[in-house]
């Protein structure tokens, strides 16, 4: 039996094997221990991924789908996606309150959701790891995700997970894998370490203290749509910009020239993460002119610099959550291909000192090394081996209530130590009122329809009495795991109502008014 750990990236994934107390990636075409996270419908019985799906972006954009894992779990009213779209060849429509991506599959118009497509995905690193585990099954499957994911986005990686039929599958925190990756040489107590993880689609940041041989996670914070992937469309947009310029005319790209120009800064940003300039060059760009421009280093930096502050200003943020000062970190661990970038480095080391910067995680292999250690972890707990907890997390953002004004109050604060338990009194606000429904939400805005809906708990049969009379007591608990229990009971009757979830994993619904 075989544990895997799987980093499910916004532009790169891989996984990692744990079987018989040793670690191997799975090594996808060409060699490499990552893949594309791209799917391609070319009309074949199966859809292709990775290498084999980028090597025909050019000449098949339209069918050619990426950027998948910033659209699952997201609502389409969501305003992070407008200036997204701009960049995607494929088309995208809103049906039924859901995105549907736009393919010719075997010569047919099909919709597909982007949590489908994520589960296609899936299903492929699933069947290259079985190729070459050969007659080793696998027993458990952990799978990393942004640190700021809210419930809704991780409901929809694991249906995605479901979709590719992977087994007994636990999700984790993104940094938190990470650090796992490197545990043995991380372990002195009493030390605090910031996680700076800037990847191809999303920017996590944690900070994490050493206790008794447990990872304690103090805080959280980030992006889910700030990455490396952003810092290509900036640059995409830049070269469009100064091409049009130069040759006085108005762009307007079809599909295929925005995947060439796409991947040619990407390349880019690659180089310069080396060199201190790069030339790109698309011959036949727009009616036969050739595209021509050199980068330099200094350019680039000017061009993205928004997207690092922006970085720096969530770090800065999430110390002074955390009330600590930049004396109490004790190392900046790196994660994530963003990293490799020096401007972000030369923020960092300007910010915390440059003795602090540590490259002692794999920027690309951190979260799946970490997280088929946890899922080994997991599968000894299983067999009885040990019970040791590895991790002690926090809740990431606040659940609470819709109150009668529509406002959304806290029950539950952004990183609050798990397990926790809340108490809260209500009552009723109509004469003779005989039910009460209790919304519960997650997230951070004042209006409770702004946040995400999770669940309701629902009190029958109050006797009649007059507003406020009645006394509804409200509990709330999480536990380790991430369950959230709500119970919700009438005083001096045994009339109750209860909700539980998997707060990390449970899905986002429409909202119900209280009655």
């Known amino acids: 039996m075989a544990a895997i750990g799987i980093d499910f990236g916004t532009t790169y994934s891989g996984v990692t094997i744990y079987r018989n107390g040793l670690a191997e990636n799975v090594t996808f075409e060409g060699g490499c221990d990552t893949s594309e996270s791209v799917v391609l419908f070319d009309g074949e019985q199966e859809p292709k991924c990775g290498k084999n799906a980028t090597c025909v972006m050019t000449t098949n954009s339209a069918n050619v789908v990426f950027d998948f894992k910033?659209?699952?779990g997201r609502r389409p009213d969501d305003p992070n996606l407008d200036p997204l779209s701009n960049n995607w060849p494929f088309a995208v429509h809103i049906e039924n309150g859901k995105f549907k991506v736009e393919v010719t599959d075997q010569g047919e118009r099909k919709l597909y959701t982007p949590e489908e497509i994520a589960g296609i995905y899936l299903k492929y690193l699933k069947e290259m790891t079985l190729r070459q585990l050969k007659e080793t099954p696998i027993e458990t499957v952990v799978v990393g995700v942004p640190a700021s994911y809210l419930a809704a986005e991780r409901m929809a990686t694991k249906e995605a997970c479901d979709y590719a039929g992977l087994p007994n599958v636990t999700l984790i925190k993104e940094p938190v894998a990470a650090i796992l990756s490197k545990s043995c040489d991380l372990s002195e107590e009493g030390k605090h370490y910031l996680v700076f993880d800037f990847g191809g689609g999303t920017f996590d940041v944690s900070i994490v203290r050493i206790e008794s041989r447990v990872f304690s996670v103090i805080c959280i914070d980030g992006d889910s749509h700030l990455g490396g992937r952003d810092i290509d469309n900036a640059l995409c947009d830049h070269v469009r910009k100064k091409f049009e310029e130069h040759?006085?005319?108005?762009?307007e790209l079809d599909r295929e020239n925005m995947i060439r120009i796409r991947l040619e800064c990407e390349k880019i940003k690659r180089r310069l993460s080396e060199a201190e300039k790069s030339d790109i060059y698309i011959s036949n760009f727009h009616n036969e002119i050739p595209l021509k421009m050199t980068i330099t280093r200094a350019l680039f930096e000017r061009i993205t610099?928004?997207?690092y502050q922006r970085t720096l200003e969530i770090t800065r943020r999430i110390m002074r959550t955390a009330n600590m000062t930049h004396e109490n970190i004790d190392k900046v661990l790196l994660v994530g291909g963003s990293t490799r970038i020096p401007r972000v480095k030369t923020l960092l080391s300007d910010e915390f000192g440059a003795e602090k910067?540590?490259?002692?995680l794999h920027p690309d292999l951190a979260v799946m090394h970490g997280a088929a250690r946890y899922a080994d972890h997991l599968c000894r707990r299983e067999r009885n081996l040990f019970s040791d907890r590895l991790i002690s997390d926090v809740q990431p953002h606040a659940i609470g209530l819709k109150a009668e004004n529509g406002?959304?109050?806290?029950l539950i604060e952004p990183n609050t130590t798990l397990p926790v338990s809340v108490i809260r009194y209500g009552s009723t606000t109509r004469e003779n009122q005989s039910q009460v429904t209790i919304s519960v939400y997650e997230g951070t805005n004042e209006?409770?329809?702004?946040?995400?809906?999770?669940g309701t708990v629902t009190i029958d049969g109050i006797p009649n009495a007059k507003p406020g009379v009645p006394v509804i007591r409200i509990q709330m608990n999480i536990d380790n795991s991430g369950i959230l229990k709500v119970t919700a009971n009438l005083e001096g009757h045994d009339r109750k109502g209860e909700l539980e979830l998997d707060v990390s994993e449970t899905v986002n619904a429409r909202t119900f008014e209280m009655s």
Request: glycine letters at 0%.
């Open 305 to 307: 610099e928004s997207i």
């Open 447 to 454: 209006l409770a329809e702004s946040c995400h809906f999770l």
């Open 407 to 410: 406002k959304f109050c806290r």
């Open 70 to 72: 910033r659209m699952i």
């Open 247 to 251: 040759n006085k005319i108005k762009l």
């Open 357 to 360: 910067i540590s490259n002692i």
